[in-house]
Every structure is written in structure tokens, then in C-alpha cells.
């Protein structure tokens, strides 16, 4: 069974940085592309990130281009967040690629809270 | 980046109905669409993928279809537990953008 679990979420101020890790089991780590997805308190899901299986391609939304990288290592995923604002507080999600050529997240973790305020 | 705008906002039916939720997006995607169920305090569950796919342990009263521009995600025979939010979600073009979400209420 797949198992995503987030951690690293926790109250920050406004310019800090964070860094976000997903441990994976029960799946071929290395054959998957992954994600990160959050969610405003209260919205939508907004896709943040993805990493493609060899790390190879990799993007991000507008909203966080240039402050937030996402990685991979081993069976963990990270995101590292820098100059954080306000509007990147929310509820933050590990999602694993369905693979075969195929975007859509099929396994999803519980998420880790990230809160941005003075 | 690619617009998915989904109608209704919200919509209201009983058990035992059919719901019918719609996503139309800004550009052609082609059939790279997926559908996504959110309960309340759950994490999103993917229900479809390229359109008309069922992911693995979805019931078939839920089935997709569309291509292009415009889908449509149909649940047959409402069950209690159908009723939460559901996103779609383009993969046509990076960046990935999810629709705002049609809430399915009880009537």
C-alpha cells in the first residue's frame, strides 16, 4: 500500500524559510514523478510543484517560482520554501504521480500545515 | 497558464440521483483531464484520468467524458458518501492548474 507522509510544516514569520519532507514507502520510489499541492485554509487545490522520476523535469507555478525548490532523495521528497509570505499559508500535500506518461495524482499524504504570520 | 473554470459552483441533488458536473477549459487539453473527489478534512481522492479513465478502486458510477475543451464527470445513483467537492485538473501544459470545485450538496 502507499504510504505519503508530510512533515516539516510549523508557524514561520513572513521571509522565512521552510523546508517541507514526504517520506514514501510501499511503491517504487525512483519510478514515479511526484507533486506538492496545497491548500489555502478554506480553498482550492493549487499545484505548487512537481519533479519528474529522475529529477529530470521539474516545474513550478507562478505563485512560488524562484522562492520554493522542490527535490528528491532515496524515498523522500522536499520542498524547500524561501522568502515565504502570507499567501503561502496552508495545508500542504505529497501526491505521487500515476505514471505511464499520465499527470494525475493518484496517491495522496495527509498533508503538513504551514502557517506564514508576524 | 490554463484556465479550468467548473460549473455549477455548487449543486444540490438527493441519493439515488444522478449528478452531473461540468469543466471547461481556457485552451485545447485534449483528453488530459482528471477529477478528483475531496471529502471534508480528506485529502483529494482521484476519481478519473485522460478523461474518461477510472483510477484503480473507483466504483463505476462514476464515469468521465470530454475532450478539448469541455468535460463532464456523471456520478449515477448518488450515494451519501458522494456528497463533498470535486476538482478537475489539466496536465496538458505545465503549469498542472486544478478547476475552483463544484461542492455536491444534499438537497
Known amino acids: 500500500e502507499v504510504h505519503l507522509v508530510e512533515s516539516g510544516g510549523g508557524l514561520v514569520q513572513p521571509g522565512r524559510s521552510l523546508r517541507l519532507s514526504c517520506a514514501a514507502s510501499g511503491f517504487t520510489f525512483d519510478d514515479y514523478a511526484m507533486h506538492w499541492v496545497r491548500q489555502r485554509p478554506g480553498k482550492g487545490l493549487e499545484w505548487v510543484s512537481g519533479?519528474?522520476?529522475?529529477?529530470?523535469s521539474i516545474g513550478y507555478a507562478d505563485s512560488v517560482k524562484g522562492r520554493f525548490t522542490i527535490s528528491r532523495e532515496m524515498k523522500s521528497l522536499y520542498l524547500q520554501m524561501n522568502s515565504l509570505r502570507v499567501e503561502d499559508t496552508g495545508l500542504y500535500y505529497c501526491?505521487?504521480?500515476?505514471?505511464?506518461?499520465?499527470?494525475?495524482?493518484?496517491?495522496w499524504g495527509q498533508g503538513t500545515l504551514v502557517a506564514v504570520s508576524s | 497558464e490554463i484556465v479550468l473554470t467548473q460549473s455549477p459552483a455548487t449543486v444540490s441533488s438527493s441519493p439515488g440521483e444522478r449528478a452531473t458536473l461540468s469543466c471547461r477549459a481556457s485552451?485545447?487539453?485534449?483528453?488530459?483531464l482528471a477529477w478528483y473527489q475531496q471529502r471534508p478534512g480528506q485529502a483529494p481522492r482521484l476519481l478519473i484520468y485522460d478523461a474518461s479513465n477510472r483510477a484503480t478502486g473507483i466504483s463505476a458510477r462514476f464515469s468521465g467524458s470530454g475532450s478539448g475543451t469541455d468535460f463532464t464527470l456523471t456520478i449515477s445513483s448518488l450515494q451519501p458518501e458522494d456528497f463533498a467537492v470535486y476538482y478537475c485538473q489539466q496536465r496538458s501544459k505545465w503549469p498542472i492548474t486544478f478547476g475552483p470545485g463544484t461542492r455536491l450538496d444534499f438537497k
Open positions: 485552451q485545447n487539453i485534449y483528453n488530459y
Open positions: 519533479i519528474g522520476w529522475n529529477s529530470g
Open positions: 501526491a505521487k504521480d500515476i505514471g505511464a506518461g499520465a499527470v494525475a495524482l493518484d496517491s
